[in-house]
């Protein structure tokens, strides 16, 4: 049971490049999340889904894409990369449908990314 | 809306010390309250949770919660410092008017554990 797993671990990317995190859990959960790190800022949530096939902004959205691309699978793209992309982004997911409050989010390892 | 605090981005004990981390929430409806705890390099993991059935809430690795609803505080202690406590930690909180997308993060607080 590996929980939440991302790929890739590292990377780097030039100013304009776009590329896709890409996000996967084998907890059979509804909910996942994308959230980015940025030192002394906590994580902010950019992109939710409730369920399979359902998408929301969270609070940093903007420069961003998601695909739900099944129940197991949530996947993050740059489209242009830019400096102020570069941080630790993490997914997670949780059991319920919608996001329930109280409801444990489990993260994954992070992606640490680089925009020159 | 709700919103987390926790006091001092750093924080630095001796071996063997208490660990006292505090955390302020503000939220309109009662609470969900979590810590996690993130080792270098590495994911969030869950230390522990509160959601309504107790007050004082056990985690893991030794940490303790309260919740304190006329504070409105969940500060995270551990009678004794360990070397391996040294991470970084958040405050969370969720209720039923954050939405579907739960969780609002405090900023996090770095534990430091001095031999």
């Keep these: 049971n590996a929980g939440v797993t991302q790929t890739p671990k590292f990377q780097v990317l030039k100013t304009g490049q776009s590329m896709t995190l890409q996000c996967a859990q084998d907890m059979n959960h509804n909910s996942m999340y994308w959230y980015r790190q940025d030192p002394g800022m906590g994580l902010r949530l950019i992109y939710y889904s409730a369920s399979e096939g359902t998408t929301d902004k ?10 739900r691309l099944n129940k197991r699978e949530f996947s993050l793209r740059l489209e242009s990369a830019a400096p102020s992309q570069t941080s630790v982004y993490f997914c997670a997911s949780s059991e319920a449908i919608g996001g329930v409050a109280g409801d444990t989010q489990y ?9 020159l | 809306a709700q919103s987390v605090t926790q006091l001092g981005s750093h924080v630095s004990v001796s071996e063997g010390a208490l660990v006292l981390l505090r955390c302020n929430y503000s939220s309109s409806v009662p609470p969900y309250l979590f810590w996690y705890v993130q080792y270098p390099n590495q994911g969030l993991q869950l230390l522990l949770k509160y959601t309504s059935a107790a ?29 391996s406590d040294a991470a970084e930690y958040f405050c969370a909180v969720s209720d039923l008017g954050g939405g579907a997308d739960g969780l609002t993060f405090g900023k996090g607080t770095h534990l430091i554990i001095q031999p």
Excluded at chain 1, 58 to 67: A, C, I, Q, T
């Design chain 2, 55 to 83: 007050t004082l809430v056990k985690g893991i690795n030794g940490f303790e919660a309260e919740f304190k609803k006329s504070e409105t505080s969940f500060h995270l202690t551990k009678p004794s410092a360990h070397m």
């Design chain 1, 58 to 67: 969270g609070e940093v959205p903007n420069g961003y894409n998601v695909s």
């Design chain 1, 107 to 115: 993260f994954g390892p992070g992606t640490r990314l680089t925009v």
